[in-house]
């Protein structure tokens, strides 16, 4: 059965007082607070990368003459009649290139 998250906590932080000794209960709320703000970091990261994947989604169809190619030496380039616009070791970079070069394409 699946647990929220506050339960895996409330487990932590009792194993944690175990292992500390129970007079060291504060050391086990100060761990769980490290452990829940390492999260919210992460789950803020997720939102940023999940918000410029929506701009460049978002710029790439209002560009619908654009396409992507995979060079075997290893990159990516987005591609407008055949020119190269932008290029990038990763499709986010050469498609991020192409939008500081012309977002009017």
């Given at each position: 059965m699946a647990r929220t998250?506050?339960?895996?906590?409330?487990?932590?932080?009792?194993?944690?007082?175990?292992?500390?000794?129970?007079?060291?209960?504060?050391?086990?709320?100060?761990?769980i607070k490290e452990i829940e703000e390492a999260e919210q970091r992460g789950y803020e990261w997720a939102r940023a990368e999940c918000a410029e994947d929506t701009k460049r989604l978002d710029w790439l169809g209002g560009n619908?003459?654009?396409?992507?190619?995979?060079?075997?030496?290893?990159?990516?380039?987005a591609m407008h009649n055949d020119t190269v616009i932008g290029y990038g070791e990763t499709l986010r970079s050469a498609i991020d290139a192409a939008m500081k070069g012309d977002e009017n394409v």
């Open positions: 998250r506050e339960e895996q906590n409330n487990e932590l932080r009792e194993e944690l007082a175990s292992a500390l000794d129970y007079e060291n209960l504060s050391q086990a709320d100060w761990i619908v003459t654009l396409g992507a190619r995979f060079f075997l030496r290893g990159g990516w380039a």
